[in-house]
């Protein structure tokens, strides 16, 4: 009897690690990384655009999304969270070194995360 292999058709997601950065080399000589910054507390009103052109001074972004969160009954305000990833892990620390950063008109938190590399889907180019 033969078997049949089925691969899972779903979408990879991408899991965002804060780690110390000691541990990001150790897990670095492990698993191939993508470096980057996870940020909360944006506005609403800024968009992928918007925030990828804030972090492009410290390097080359390869990958920005914002997912909007539902407003608490206890928040005055909806906000949304970002992740922004970087070509290199030296762009990604110095964006995360910068200090305080202030988007949009608004304080944000910045949290520097790792994720691992996704497999690029067959046929498709860099």
């Given at each position: 009897?033969?078997?049949?292999?089925?691969?899972?058709?779903?979408?990879?997601?991408?899991?965002?690690?804060?780690?110390?950065?000691?541990?990001?080399?150790?897990?670095?000589?492990?698993?191939?990384?993508?470096?980057?910054?996870?940020?909360?507390?944006?506005?609403?009103?800024?968009?992928?655009?918007?925030?990828?052109?804030?972090?492009?001074?410290?390097?080359?972004?390869?990958?920005?999304?914002?997912?909007?969160?539902?407003?608490?009954?206890?928040?005055?305000?909806a906000s949304?969270?970002?992740?922004?990833?970087?070509?290199?892990?030296?762009?990604?620390?110095?964006?995360?070194?910068?200090?305080?950063?202030?988007i949009g008109?608004?304080?944000?938190?910045?949290?520097?995360?790792?994720?691992?590399?996704?497999?690029?889907?067959?046929?498709?180019?860099?």
């Open positions: 009897m033969a078997s049949v292999v089925m691969k899972n058709m779903e979408p990879q997601r991408r899991v965002y690690i804060a780690l110390p950065k000691k541990c990001m080399t150790v897990l670095a000589k492990k698993c191939k990384l993508d470096h980057g910054l996870f940020i909360k507390d944006l506005s609403t009103y800024i968009n992928e655009g918007d925030l990828q052109a804030y972090f492009q001074q410290w390097g080359s972004i390869t990958a920005c999304t914002i997912k909007k969160t539902p407003q608490d009954s206890d928040s005055k305000s949304a969270l970002g992740f922004v990833m970087f070509s290199s892990e030296e762009e990604a620390d110095k964006a995360d070194w910068a200090g305080h950063h202030y008109g608004m304080d944000v938190e910045v949290k520097r995360v790792v994720s691992l590399k996704m497999d690029e889907p067959e046929g498709s180019e860099g």
